[in-house]
T-cell receptor, first 107, second 113 residues
Framework: RKEVEQDPGPFNVPEGATVAFNCTYS??????FFWYRQDCRKEPKLLMS???SGNEDGRFTAQLNRASQYISLLIRDSKLSDSATYLC????????FGAGTTVTVRA | DAGVIQSPRHEVTEMGQEVTLRCKPI?????LFWYRQTMMRGLELLIY????????DSGMPEDRFSAKMPNASFSTLKIQPSEPRDSAVYFC???????????FGSGTQLSVL
Protein backbone atom coordinates (compact mmCIF):
# COMPACT_ATOMS: atom_id res chain seq x y z
CA ARG A 1 0.00 0.00 0.00
CA LYS A 2 1.30 3.43 -0.89
CA GLU A 3 2.06 5.83 1.97
CA VAL A 4 -0.39 8.38 0.61
CA GLU A 5 -3.14 7.90 -1.95
CA GLN A 6 -5.40 10.46 -3.55
CA ASP A 7 -8.23 10.34 -6.04
CA PRO A 8 -6.59 11.90 -9.12
CA GLY A 9 -9.86 13.33 -10.41
CA PRO A 10 -10.27 15.47 -12.32
CA PHE A 11 -13.14 17.09 -10.47
CA ASN A 12 -14.87 19.41 -12.89
CA VAL A 13 -17.31 21.72 -11.08
CA PRO A 14 -19.19 24.95 -11.85
CA GLU A 15 -18.40 28.18 -10.04
CA GLY A 16 -20.12 28.36 -6.69
CA ALA A 17 -20.30 24.62 -6.22
CA THR A 18 -18.88 22.64 -3.34
CA VAL A 19 -16.23 20.05 -4.06
CA ALA A 20 -14.64 17.57 -1.68
CA PHE A 21 -12.02 14.88 -2.02
CA ASN A 22 -10.02 12.57 0.20
CA CYS A 23 -6.48 11.58 0.93
CA THR A 24 -5.77 8.22 2.58
CA TYR A 25 -2.59 7.46 4.48
CA SER A 26 -1.02 4.22 5.63
CA UNK A 27 0.88 5.29 8.77
CA UNK A 28 -1.60 5.24 11.64
CA UNK A 29 0.87 7.16 13.80
CA UNK A 30 0.62 10.28 11.63
CA UNK A 31 -0.50 13.17 13.82
CA UNK A 32 -0.60 16.15 11.49
CA PHE A 33 -1.00 16.80 7.81
CA PHE A 34 -0.46 19.35 5.10
CA TRP A 35 -2.57 20.30 2.11
CA TYR A 36 -0.62 21.96 -0.67
CA ARG A 37 -1.92 23.60 -3.82
CA GLN A 38 -0.03 23.38 -7.10
CA ASP A 39 -0.84 25.47 -10.15
CA CYS A 40 0.20 24.28 -13.58
CA ARG A 41 3.97 24.46 -14.09
CA LYS A 42 4.50 26.02 -10.67
CA GLU A 43 5.83 24.81 -7.34
CA PRO A 44 3.48 23.48 -4.62
CA LYS A 45 2.47 26.04 -2.00
CA LEU A 46 0.99 25.44 1.43
CA LEU A 47 -2.78 25.72 1.61
CA MET A 48 -3.48 24.42 5.12
CA SER A 49 -1.89 22.64 8.04
CA UNK A 50 -4.05 20.19 9.99
CA UNK A 51 -2.99 19.34 13.54
CA UNK A 52 -6.13 17.94 15.15
CA SER A 53 -9.50 16.73 13.97
CA GLY A 54 -9.71 19.40 11.34
CA ASN A 55 -9.14 22.95 10.28
CA GLU A 56 -11.14 25.65 8.56
CA ASP A 57 -9.76 28.58 6.62
CA GLY A 58 -12.35 30.64 4.83
CA ARG A 59 -13.94 28.52 2.11
CA PHE A 60 -11.59 25.61 2.77
CA THR A 61 -12.23 22.94 5.39
CA ALA A 62 -9.99 19.99 6.15
CA GLN A 63 -11.28 17.10 8.26
CA LEU A 64 -9.30 14.22 9.68
CA ASN A 65 -10.78 10.77 10.16
CA ARG A 66 -8.20 8.83 12.17
CA ALA A 67 -10.27 5.66 12.40
CA SER A 68 -10.40 5.31 8.62
CA GLN A 69 -7.04 7.00 8.08
CA TYR A 70 -8.05 9.67 5.65
CA ILE A 71 -8.11 13.42 5.51
CA SER A 72 -10.56 15.32 3.36
CA LEU A 73 -10.52 18.77 1.81
CA LEU A 74 -13.75 20.60 1.09
CA ILE A 75 -13.96 23.75 -0.97
CA ARG A 76 -17.15 25.79 -0.66
CA ASP A 77 -18.38 28.41 -3.11
CA SER A 78 -15.64 27.44 -5.53
CA LYS A 79 -13.96 30.12 -7.64
CA LEU A 80 -12.26 29.89 -11.02
CA SER A 81 -9.00 30.60 -9.19
CA ASP A 82 -9.42 27.39 -7.16
CA SER A 83 -8.54 25.38 -10.27
CA ALA A 84 -5.35 23.57 -9.34
CA THR A 85 -3.94 20.26 -8.18
CA TYR A 86 -4.23 19.63 -4.45
CA LEU A 87 -1.52 17.54 -2.78
CA CYS A 88 -1.64 16.07 0.70
CA UNK A 89 1.17 14.87 2.93
CA UNK A 90 1.28 13.42 6.44
CA UNK A 91 3.75 15.43 8.46
CA UNK A 92 6.82 13.69 9.79
CA UNK A 93 10.54 13.37 9.30
CA UNK A 94 9.95 12.14 5.76
CA UNK A 95 7.45 14.18 3.77
CA UNK A 96 5.89 12.03 1.08
CA PHE A 97 3.09 13.49 -1.00
CA GLY A 98 0.16 11.93 -2.73
CA ALA A 99 -0.09 12.17 -6.50
CA GLY A 100 -2.61 14.98 -6.17
CA THR A 101 -6.25 15.67 -7.00
CA THR A 102 -6.96 17.94 -9.94
CA VAL A 103 -9.85 20.36 -9.61
CA THR A 104 -11.17 22.43 -12.49
CA VAL A 105 -13.74 25.12 -11.77
CA ARG A 106 -15.66 26.27 -14.85
CA ALA A 107 -17.57 29.48 -15.39
CA ASP B 1 13.61 36.34 2.42
CA ALA B 2 14.54 35.07 -1.04
CA GLY B 3 12.94 31.67 -0.57
CA VAL B 4 14.39 28.41 -1.85
CA ILE B 5 16.51 29.09 -4.90
CA GLN B 6 17.08 26.49 -7.59
CA SER B 7 19.22 26.61 -10.67
CA PRO B 8 19.03 26.24 -13.55
CA ARG B 9 15.31 26.78 -14.25
CA HIS B 10 15.56 24.78 -17.44
CA GLU B 11 18.13 22.24 -18.57
CA VAL B 12 18.21 20.50 -21.93
CA THR B 13 20.90 17.90 -22.41
CA GLU B 14 21.70 14.84 -24.43
CA MET B 15 21.55 11.28 -23.20
CA GLY B 16 24.75 10.26 -21.48
CA GLN B 17 25.68 13.73 -20.29
CA GLU B 18 26.15 14.65 -16.65
CA VAL B 19 23.51 16.93 -15.15
CA THR B 20 23.91 18.91 -11.93
CA LEU B 21 20.98 20.62 -10.28
CA ARG B 22 21.57 23.17 -7.54
CA CYS B 23 19.60 24.34 -4.53
CA LYS B 24 20.01 27.03 -1.91
CA PRO B 25 17.60 26.48 0.99
CA ILE B 26 16.07 29.22 3.11
CA UNK B 27 18.58 30.52 5.62
CA UNK B 28 18.11 28.86 9.01
CA UNK B 29 16.26 25.84 7.67
CA UNK B 30 17.84 22.58 8.75
CA UNK B 31 16.01 20.10 6.52
CA LEU B 32 16.29 19.87 2.75
CA PHE B 33 14.31 17.66 0.38
CA TRP B 34 14.73 16.75 -3.29
CA TYR B 35 11.62 15.70 -5.26
CA ARG B 36 10.97 14.65 -8.84
CA GLN B 37 7.63 15.24 -10.51
CA THR B 38 6.23 13.60 -13.64
CA MET B 39 2.72 13.13 -14.95
CA MET B 40 2.96 9.38 -14.51
CA ARG B 41 4.48 9.21 -11.02
CA GLY B 42 3.44 12.46 -9.40
CA LEU B 43 5.70 14.11 -6.80
CA GLU B 44 8.29 11.57 -5.65
CA LEU B 45 10.62 12.11 -2.72
CA LEU B 46 14.16 11.27 -3.80
CA ILE B 47 16.24 12.11 -0.72
CA TYR B 48 16.21 14.35 2.31
CA UNK B 49 18.86 15.82 4.61
CA UNK B 50 18.75 16.94 8.22
CA UNK B 51 21.56 19.25 9.32
CA UNK B 52 23.42 18.52 6.06
CA UNK B 53 23.35 14.75 6.68
CA UNK B 54 21.48 12.46 4.23
CA UNK B 55 18.79 10.67 6.24
CA UNK B 56 16.80 8.71 3.68
CA ASP B 57 17.83 8.15 0.07
CA SER B 58 15.51 5.23 -0.60
CA GLY B 59 13.71 7.25 -3.24
CA MET B 60 16.80 7.71 -5.39
CA PRO B 61 15.94 5.64 -8.45
CA GLU B 62 19.38 4.37 -9.42
CA ASP B 63 23.07 4.70 -8.73
CA ARG B 64 23.17 7.24 -11.52
CA PHE B 65 21.60 9.68 -9.06
CA SER B 66 23.58 11.23 -6.24
CA ALA B 67 22.99 14.15 -3.89
CA LYS B 68 25.25 16.13 -1.63
CA MET B 69 24.89 18.87 0.91
CA PRO B 70 28.37 20.18 1.70
CA ASN B 71 27.04 22.98 3.91
CA ALA B 72 23.80 24.40 5.27
CA SER B 73 23.30 26.74 2.34
CA PHE B 74 23.88 24.53 -0.67
CA SER B 75 22.88 21.17 -2.11
CA THR B 76 23.32 19.44 -5.45
CA LEU B 77 21.54 16.62 -7.22
CA LYS B 78 23.63 14.97 -9.89
CA ILE B 79 22.62 12.53 -12.61
CA GLN B 80 25.44 10.74 -14.41
CA PRO B 81 24.87 9.52 -17.06
CA SER B 82 21.50 11.04 -17.82
CA GLU B 83 18.79 9.16 -19.72
CA PRO B 84 15.61 10.33 -21.49
CA ARG B 85 13.44 8.79 -18.72
CA ASP B 86 15.04 11.21 -16.26
CA SER B 87 13.14 14.04 -17.92
CA ALA B 88 10.99 15.64 -15.23
CA VAL B 89 10.66 18.67 -12.99
CA TYR B 90 12.99 18.46 -10.01
CA PHE B 91 12.00 20.41 -6.90
CA CYS B 92 14.08 21.27 -3.90
CA UNK B 93 12.34 22.20 -0.65
CA UNK B 94 13.40 23.19 2.86
CA UNK B 95 11.91 23.63 6.30
CA UNK B 96 12.99 24.72 9.74
CA UNK B 97 11.86 21.69 11.75
CA UNK B 98 9.79 18.50 11.75
CA UNK B 99 6.44 20.20 12.38
CA UNK B 100 7.24 23.12 10.15
CA UNK B 101 5.77 23.62 6.71
CA UNK B 102 7.79 22.94 3.61
CA UNK B 103 8.83 25.68 1.21
CA PHE B 104 9.50 24.71 -2.39
CA GLY B 105 11.82 26.21 -4.95
CA SER B 106 10.57 27.00 -8.43
CA GLY B 107 11.93 23.74 -9.78
CA THR B 108 14.27 22.71 -12.58
CA GLN B 109 12.66 21.46 -15.78
CA LEU B 110 15.02 18.79 -17.10
CA SER B 111 14.78 17.45 -20.63
CA VAL B 112 17.13 14.65 -21.67
CA LEU B 113 17.10 14.07 -25.42
Amino acid sequence: RKEVEQDPGPFNVPEGATVAFNCTYSNSASQSFFWYRQDCRKEPKLLMSVYSSGNEDGRFTAQLNRASQYISLLIRDSKLSDSATYLCAPNGNKLSFGAGTTVTVRA
Amino acid sequence: DAGVIQSPRHEVTEMGQEVTLRCKPISGHNSLFWYRQTMMRGLELLIYFNNNVPIDDSGMPEDRFSAKMPNASFSTLKIQPSEPRDSAVYFCASRGGVREKLFFGSGTQLSVL
